[in-house]
């Protein structure tokens, strides 16, 4: 009975797994570069929010090598100029950075930043070269993706208390800088990521794509998951941008519903929001930002954007070190997933104090090993 059973899944099954293989190895094999016009010029575009972060700035050189315009903000201007030297010659008028600080960023800010996203859209690229500065009808560039840097937070907190202290625990943290890093990771940048969103969806483009925008949201691992002790501000960060995102998405889910069953337009004559929407989280580990963590996020990006799955998950895992280290944090947060609440505290707090009594014993064998300096021995005055 048990044979007949699997044998039957087997059956109905073989034709997913075929199509998601082939599709696999297919999508494996496409260049990862962006379309070239018949003149030579690039035709799609990114956008990166928090072109000057730690993750940011990476995928802005990486898009820009596969071919890609990339539209990115930046929080100050020297980090606009820093950006703009770091530009290779080939890639010089595929790219425009524009100034918002998301730590202080307002309503007319957000609105003025995506005015100009808006404008550059419409612009001829390269945008450095001579002539009208605007595409011809039909030959605008197309967007394909939107990534959003913005809201992760590496597990070291990026901020300073008013202790100095970047590991302390949330209740030690000043509350002015709780806000003002909710603000840049998560208030700033979904309140952007709508903007621009409504902006794409209801602005009927140039030229016809059957791509979809991707968005891509990235946020850290340890804070959407689970907490560790002294790192709270961080786990609350991501957790809510990570709730923030998921509710923008269901919204724009809702209206995309909404305007295929709209009643105002024949079924057959309705099709909807101009451009079809596309989402994802990636979930960046620890040690992700190592060559070898960067190697697997980067692409596997930039190909969710240029060549699209048919099933897209909703979240995407990306852990750094080497692969065998890689699949044993994967079984790790997997199994954290199962463990009771209660089980993990415990699993935690031993695992912490065991951390504790191993430094106070370093600590102790150290100030054995030096010598007391000669002002401390006895016998001997100043």
Not at 142 to 147: H, P, Y
Not at 229 to 240: D, E, K, S, Y
Request: with cysteine; glycine share 6%.
């Amino acid at each position: 009975m048990g044979g007949i059973i699997c044998v039957g899944l087997g059956v109905l099954t073989m034709p997913y797994i075929s199509t998601y293989v082939q599709h696999h190895l297919r999508s494996s094999r496409l260049p990862l570069k962006g379309a070239i016009s018949k003149d030579g010029t690039r035709r799609q575009c990114v956008i990166v929010l928090g072109g000057d972060t730690i993750l940011g700035s990476e995928f802005v050189r990486h898009f820009l090598a596969h071919d890609l315009i990339v539209l990115a903000s930046a929080s100050t201007e020297q980090s606009v100029r820093e950006l703009e030297s770091n530009v290779p010659s080939e890639s010089q008028g595929y790219i425009r950075l524009f100034q918002l600080n998301p730590v202080a960023a307002s309503d007319k800010e957000m609105t003025k930043f995506v005015h100009a996203i808006h404008a550059s859209l419409c612009m001829r690229f390269p945008w450095n070269v001579t002539g009208d500065p605007y595409a011809r009808p039909g030959s605008t560039v197309e967007l394909v993706g939107i990534v959003n840097a913005l809201s992760y937070v590496p597990d070291m907190i990026d901020w300073t208390s008013h202790s100095g202290n970047t590991e302390s625990p949330l209740a030690a943290l000043e509350p002015k800088d709780v806000d003002a890093a909710l603000h840049k990771h998560v208030s700033a940048p979904l309140s952007v990521l709508s903007r621009l969103l409504a902006l794409v969806t209801t602005s009927k483009p140039h030229k016809p794509s059957n791509l979809p925008i991707l968005v891509v949201h990235i946020v850290s691992l340890p804070g959407a998951r689970f907490v560790w002790p002294a790192h709270g501000a961080t786990a609350m960060i991501a957790q809510a941008a990570q709730t923030g995102f998921t509710s923008l998405r269901r919204e724009y889910t809702q209206e995309w519903m909404a305007s295929l069953t709209s009643t105002h337009v024949p079924w057959h004559q309705n099709t909807g929001m101009e451009r079809k929407i596309s989402w994802t989280t990636f979930q960046v580990g620890p040690g992700a930002m190592t060559s070898s963590g960067v190697s697997r996020l980067l692409p596997k990006v930039t190909r969710l954007i240029l060549a699209p799955v048919r099933s897209l998950s909703l979240s995407y895992t990306i852990f750094g070190g080497s692969l065998w280290h890689a699949m044993v944090m994967r079984c790790i947060h997997a199994a954290l997933r199962i463990v009771p609440t209660t089980w993990l505290d415990v699993i935690i707090s031993v695992h912490e104090r065991f951390l504790e009594r191993h430094n106070t014993r370093a600590r102790v064998q150290q100030a054995h090993a030096n010598p007391h300096p000669s002002s401390l021995q006895p016998g001997v005055t100043m």
